[in-house]
């Protein structure tokens, strides 16, 4: 089980730390940050795989930070200098298995929390 936390709603430059507590240790296993906006399919956002390498969106290269607290079980997403293209549903996600590669395909992601909502206003 996968839950979402730190969604809120925040000015344009603002931050927040998204956060995804498993129920199940997360040291092994790839994951991934997804973001869905009214409208538009979901998007992957950023993404840390078995070992801890990390991919991101190119929107948001310089921006987001995805890291694990595998003591905590809980995976996080830094947002900083957020925008306004920023705002939707964002969704963690766990693959079941080890994977040495981190993807934003959703497609590759077995295990999905139910999402929390990020409001960016200008």
């Known amino acids: 089980q996968l839950v979402e936390s730190g969604g809120g709603s925040v000015q344009a430059g603002g931050s927040l730390r998204l956060s995804c507590t498993a129920s199940v240790g997360i040291a092994v296993h790839s994951m991934g940050w997804f973001r869905q906006a009214p409208g538009n399919p979901r998007e992957g956002v950023a993404a840390?795989?078995?070992?801890?390498?990390?991919t991101y969106a190119e929107s948001v290269v310089g921006r987001f930070t995805v890291s694990k607290d595998n003591a905590k079980k809980i995976l996080y997403l830094q947002m900083d200098t957020l925008d306004t293209k920023d705002t939707g549903i964002y969704y963690c996600a766990a693959h079941e298995y080890v994977r040495y590669t981190p993807t934003l395909f959703s497609s590759d992601y077995e295990y999905w929390g139910r999402g929390t909502q990020v409001t960016v206003s200008s």
């Open positions: 840390i795989d078995s070992g801890d390498r990390t």
